[in-house]
């Protein structure tokens, strides 16, 4: 009776173990993903750059460190407005635009996952430069580049939970097959393994609950300083939409898979009780 109460007792251990890892499987392996390696980032961003308010943003900016020269005669000032405005609007269609976009939220990434607050400064030179080139074609004189073309578009909060999350992430995809090894495991060596069956059964569902919970909750989990930030928070907001379009999904197959096992363990229990 005592061997037999310390293998159920191990094999409930392992089972609970199980099912927090099973629990974090999908989210931690979607953040890292998408949120830690860059590639993943930025292919989340890479269709905001066609996002009209952050194409303004831009091109805007562009446009009124232009005219703020001081070196612009003053008799140039009107011609050249609705000229670089023009222009300004058609920047989006131009590789310019897609290399100043990406180069952008490589900086956002870098400066989500570096110690401390950082400006996020963006150049941009080559953006003028595109807007002057043809605006000089129509007018009678070139047109002076700004000295310094550097501008800053947003504050970048500190987020020490993702640096810390970027040390542990890389491991989140073995939490899935951990999970399913140590639930083997505690089904081998306990005792009453149909009521072992139901545990895991009942485990499955909460962790499914857990991550549809997280994916339902994650605008509430994210801190305030981060999604509702200038700039910022639009892009953090479209990652938070992508989360949960993916951890929803994933936590009702949890929840189904885990009343299955669930059935099946109480099925088993009540034929080894009539037989």
Known sequence: MHVSSVRDLSAVALLLLAVVLGALWAPTTWLHHHVVEREGFLAITEPLA?????????????VEMLMGDERIPGWIE????PLAEEQAAALTGTGVYATLWNATMSEVHGALFSPGASDLDVDLAPVIDRILTPVEEKLPIEIPRPEDATITLASIPDVPLLTRASAVTPWAQWTGPAALVLLALALLIASHRRA???????????????VWWIGEQVEAVVPDSIDQTAFLGPVVQVFEGHFQAAMMPQGVIMLGAGALVTAAGLVLVGLHRRS
Not at 78 to 81: G, K, M, N, T, V
Not at 196 to 210: D, E, K, Q, T, W
């Open 196 to 210: 072992l069956l139901i545990m895991a059964g009942l485990g499955g569902i909460l962790a499914g609950a857990g």
């Open 50 to 62: 066609e996002d009209p308010d952050f194409q303004r943003t831009m091109s805007d900016s562009a």
């Open 78 to 81: 009107e011609s050249l407005a």
